[in-house]
C-alpha cells in the first residue's frame, strides 16, 4: 500500500457536530494545523465560533485555542453542513446518538447528519465516524446513507472508517494527548487513510483494529465495562452496608492487589455515556446473551430507590417531607443532565409523597424547575429534612454548615464529605456502602480520587 502519511497541513478537516466534543476536536485538528470547517444546525454556535468565541464552557483551554485558530483563519463554521464538507478531504462526524426512555436507539439526528454529509461528499474525502455506534453501524445504516445520498461507492470513491471518541468532557485536550486513538475502517485503504489521519492530529498513539466493528466494539466494552464494574461495586456496597460495614475501606484494601480494579458504589449511574451505551450491545442481543450488562444497568438504575430507602430509615415515611436534592447535573463540574440520577432520584422522593427541591449552581432556577422539582437555595434557605449530594459542584465547598446541620438526613451521594468536619449532631449521615453515622464520626475515604460517575 503507498505511503499516505501527510502534514496536518495537507488536510482540511469538516467536524461535524460542535458540542463539547466536536469543538474541542475541531481546535484539536486547527491547532495542529489543518484548516477546520465545524458545522452545526445551531446557528448560535455557528455564529460564536465565527467570531472567535467559545460557545461551550467547561473546557481547559478551549477559548484560547478557538481564539487563535480563528485569528489564524483555521477555524470557521457553518450551519450548510453540505457546503462544509464539500470544501473538505476529511469530515469527523461528532453528533449525539440516543436512546428514548424505552431504551429504543433513536437514530435521527446521526441519519440526518449523515444525509447532509452525503449531499456534499467528493470523491476522495474520508469519512470517519467518532459518535460512539452499535456494532455494524458504520459499515451498515450510515454507509447505504452516505452512498445513496452521494451517488459514491464506499472504499472506491470514498473512505469510510470509525473512531471512537475516549475522552472526558473537562481534560479533552489532555485525554487526546494520553489515550491511544482506536481506528478501523470498512476496507483497508479506509484504514490506512484514517491512520495517517490521526497520526497528523494527535500525539498519543494511534491503535488500529481489522475493521469498524471491531473499533465499534472497543468502545461498547469500555463503557459497558464500567457499569458492569459499579454496579458489583453497588452489589458489595449494599451487602457490607446491611452487616454494619464499610465497603470503601474493604474496596479500597481489595484494590490494592493490582488484579482487583472495583470502582464506586453510589446513587447511581448518570450522563449520556455509561447508561446508555450498554444498551447498543444489549438491544442487539439475543435474550439468552449479555445478560450481566442487562442486569448491571437494571441494578444500577435501582440504586435511587435504595437512597430513598436509607433517607425514609432516619425519616420515617416520606409523606410531606422537605428533600433537597444538590446537584442536577449527572457529574460535578458538568452542566449536562441527560440521564442524571438527580432525576431518578426525584422521581423515587416525589413517589413516596415527599416535596422535591433541588439546587445546582451550573442551571438557573428555570433549568432545575423544568425537572418538576422546586428550586431552593442552600445559602439563603431555613433548613430541610433531608439532604442528597448527588454531585458535588465545587461551590458546594462553602455549603453553610448550618443549613446541613438542621437536616436530619445527610446522604452523600458518591462520598465526597467528611462528616466529621460538619459539626453535625442530630444530623444522620448516610452513605450508600456505609451503615448510617450518627453525628460527625470520621468515616473510611473515598476509594479513588476522582469519581468515576
Ligand atoms: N460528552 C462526552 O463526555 C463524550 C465523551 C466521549 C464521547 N462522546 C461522543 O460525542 C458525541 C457528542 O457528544 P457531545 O457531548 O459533544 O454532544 P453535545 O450535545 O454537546 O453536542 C452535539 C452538537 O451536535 C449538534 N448537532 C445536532 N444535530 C446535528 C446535525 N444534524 N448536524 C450538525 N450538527 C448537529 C448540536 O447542535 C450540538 O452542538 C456523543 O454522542 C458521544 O458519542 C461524548
Wanted: hydrophobic content about 40%.
Amino acid at each position: 500500500m503507498k505511503d499516505l502519511s501527510r502534514s496536518a497541513a495537507d488536510y482540511h478537516v469538516a467536524v461535524v457536530g460542535l458540542g463539547k466534543i466536536g469543538l474541542s476536536l475541531a481546535a484539536q485538528y486547527a491547532s495542529h494545523g489543518a484548516k477546520v470547517t465545524g458545522c452545526d444546525i445551531n446557528p448560535a454556535v455557528v455564529d460564536a465560533i465565527n467570531r472567535g468565541e467559545t460557545p461551550v464552557g467547561g473546557e481547559d483551554q478551549l477559548e484560547e485555542v478557538v481564539r487563535k485558530a480563528h485569528a489564524q483563519g483555521r477555524l470557521c463554521a457553518t450551519t450548510d453542513t453540505a457546503k462544509g464538507v464539500s470544501r473538505g478531504n476529511v469530515v469527523v462526524v461528532i453528533v449525539p446518538l440516543m436512546v428514548s426512555e424505552s431504551h429504543e436507539i433513536d437514530f435521527r439526528i446521526i441519519d440526518s447528519a449523515t444525509a447532509a454529509v452525503a449531499e456534499g461528499l467528493q470523491p476522495g474525502t474520508l469519512v470517519i465516524y467518532e459518535t460512539t455506534l452499535p456494532v455494524g453501524t458504520t459499515g451498515g445504516r450510515l454507509r447505504a446513507i452516505l452512498e445513496e445520498g452521494s451517488g459514491l461507492k464506499a472504499g472506491k470513491d470514498f473512505f469510510l472508517a470509525f473512531s471512537p471518541e475516549r475522552v472526558r468532557t473537562g481534560r479533552i485536550f489532555s485525554d487526546l494527548a494520553k489515550y491511544p486513538k482506536v481506528v478501523g475502517g470498512v476496507d483497508p485503504q479506509s484504514t490506512c487513510r484514517a491512520e495517517a489521519f490521526y497520526r497528523a492530529m494527535v500525539s498519543a498513539d494511534v491503535m488500529v483494529l481489522s475493521s469498524a466493528e471491531a473499533a465499534e466494539l472497543c468502545k461498547l466494552i469500555e463503557t459497558t465495562y464500567r457499569d458492569v464494574n459499579i454496579a458489583l461495586a453497588n452489589e458489595f456496597a449494599v451487602y457490607a452496608q446491611t452487616r454494619g460495614l464499610n465497603v470503601y475501606e474493604a474496596i479500597a484494601a481489595a484494590n490494592s492487589q493490582q488484579q482487583s480494579h472495583v470502582h464506586e458504589p453510589g446513587v447511581g449511574v448518570g450522563g449520556h455515556c455509561i447508561p446508555v451505551y450498554p444498551y447498543f450491545l444489549i438491544n442487539d442481543g439475543q435474550p439468552d446473551e449479555l445478560w450481566l450488562p442487562r442486569w448491571s444497568r437494571e441494578l444500577n438504575d435501582t440504586m435511587a430507590c435504595h437512597a430513598a430507602d436509607m433517607v425514609e430509615e432516619v425519616l420515617g415515611m416520606l409523606e410531606c417531607k422537605d428533600v433537597l436534592i444538590l446537584g442536577l447535573s449527572y457529574r460535578a463540574g458538568v452542566k449536562e443532565s441527560a440521564y442524571s440520577s438527580a432525576l431518578r432520584l426525584l422521581d423515587e422522593f416525589y413517589r413516596r409523597g415527599a416535596r422535591v427541591f433541588m439546587h445546582d449552581p451550573l442551571f438557573t432556577k428555570e433549568e432545575v424547575e423544568k425537572t418538576g422539582a422546586i428550586w431552593l437555595d442552600p445559602w439563603q434557605a431555613d433548613g430541610v429534612d433531608a439532604v442528597v449530594v448527588q454531585a458535588y459542584h465545587e461551590e458546594y465547598r462553602s455549603l453553610p454548615k448550618e443549613f446541613l446541620q438542621k437536616a436530619k438526613a445527610l446522604l452523600d451521594g458518591r462520598g465526597d464529605l467528611d462528616p466529621s468536619e460538619l459539626g453535625l449532631t442530630d444530623t444522620t449521615y448516610l452513605r450508600v456502602g456505609v451503615p448510617p453515622v450518627e453525628g460527625g464520626e470520621r468515616v473510611a475515604a473515598q476509594i479513588h480520587s476522582g469519581a468515576l460517575f
